[in-house]
């Protein structure tokens, strides 16, 4: 019984007739119970694949490459393998030899720099333009570009000057002999009137300096925002934005904005998006203009009379002071006119150059207010440094890596004093502050209207009518300097007395607040 027992165990016969044993020995065995596949090992797949390939060779052919099962890899190629160096290589040639081709159909050339393979630290991702357009007047595209821009706001554009030095050909030359608005028309209602006549007072000079040319603008705008009134079927943001793009191409064709002029504009331009559009055309058009006002009375006024306090407060205009100032700055002639009234005894050395001569309007406003004035050239600062005490300047722009841009000449001035240690007090509103870095006076600047150096003001009578017409003669009329840091003692500003290198952290500040 027990025989017969194990024989049934071991050795009894399922009913499809098949022995299980021998089904569980075959490669593809069923299990007992439910008729599934048996996973092969790798072991074992690998050596079924050793013993197909030999059959193959026995055979005389040669060996196919066989898919491999799933969840495994395929085997690899015999011979030697290229390295991943080498591979690179392959792909940076074939990507090159492409590249040729195609430039071949178009009808171009590679130069031997484009045809030169790379490596990967080699590749350099294209960079955004760093400079504007402003000061890429050399470079065709970029003048077509803006031409195009112009004819679309209707905007005359100044045609270039063919006589400028080489070295200065990216920045536009200003002459009053060419006419802007010559062919300008007003029914378009594209320039408003009171820009077109604060257009021609920046052509001709008879706006100067930073604070003039901004308030003189922000009261442009406000006659403007004025006079516009929202057609149907639009926002008055949006629109308004539009309608100010035209306006303020012109000013710059005019003449180029200032650094102060363009933060004015984009406080402007910021406080035209933030309108609420539930709002009528009426009190928008009311908070814009009261937003105007308060700009110009906190950043210039109340800035002004707040570096004036700080000076005459930390007595750094004092008693028998003898205090050095270049051309005519409104917040310098403001402060030492303040000093005086608070009985002060100083005296100040006008100092002056051509072709402005500004100094003489800082002159007669002091002399006006009864001060003790020289006036003197630039050509003589290095012998009245002696006597000076102190220097006082006014800036057109404080640069973020701490230069400071002013009227042309003042680095000779402050170099002067420097050499001589006269300290240099420069006077500057937080306004005026940029965000743009600069290091010398040829990448941004200003070029003037030559014919200003060769005119004789006092008799009206140019030395050079036709120089124009000499081949061999370029003139040169710059309008600012632009000096580091070390030739200044100190910046006075609205927030107190700071050195050149704080003036990224004010801007800093100015953003987190702004």
Known sequence: MSAAGGKMKGGSVSPGGGDKSAKKDSPAGHGSQGGEKKKLSKAEKRELRMAKQKEQKTEGGQPAQESAPQGEKKPEAVGPQKSKAELKAERRAKQEADRAAKLAQKGESLTPAQGKPRSGSEIIKKDHPRVSDDIKVDDPNVQRRRAKKLERQKVPQ???????????????QFERSMSLTKGISFSSGGIHPAIVTLGLQYAHGYICGANARCIAMLHAFKKVIEDYSTPQHKELSRDLDNRMKPNISFLNQCRPKSVSMGNAIKYVKMQISNIPQDKTDTEAKTTLCDSIDAYIKKKIYLADDAISNTLIGNEKIKDNDVIMIY????????????????????RVVIVDSRPKLEGREAAKRLIRASLKC?????????????????????????????????????????????????????C???????????????????????????????????????????RNLTVLNLVYDVFPPELVSMVVTELGMIPCTSVPVVLRVKNVEG
Not at 166 to 172: A, E, G, M
Not at 451 to 465: E, F, I, K, V
């Open 374 to 426: 020289s006036y003197v050239l630039i050509n003589s600062v290095f012998y009245m440094m002696p006597e000076v005490t102190k220097v006082l300047l006014g800036a057109h722009a404080l640069l973020a890596n701490g230069y400071i841009m002013s009227r042309v000449g003042s680095s000779l001035i402050s170099l002067v004093a420097k050499s001589q240690n006269v300290p240099v007090l420069v």
């Open 327 to 346: 051309g005519c700055s409104s917040l310098i002639v403001r402060t030492l006119t303040d000093a005086h009234r608070k009985l002060i005894k100083f």
């Open 428 to 470: 500057c509103e937080t306004y005026k502050f940029s965000e743009r870095a600069q290091t010398d006076s040829f990448v941004t600047n200003e070029l003037g209207d030559p014919d200003d150096l060769l005119t004789n003001s006092s008799h009206n009578s140019s030395y050079l009518r036709d120089w124009r017409s000499i």
């Open 158 to 172: 100044r045609v270039d000057s063919e006589k400028k030095v080489n070295l200065f050909n990216h920045l536009d």
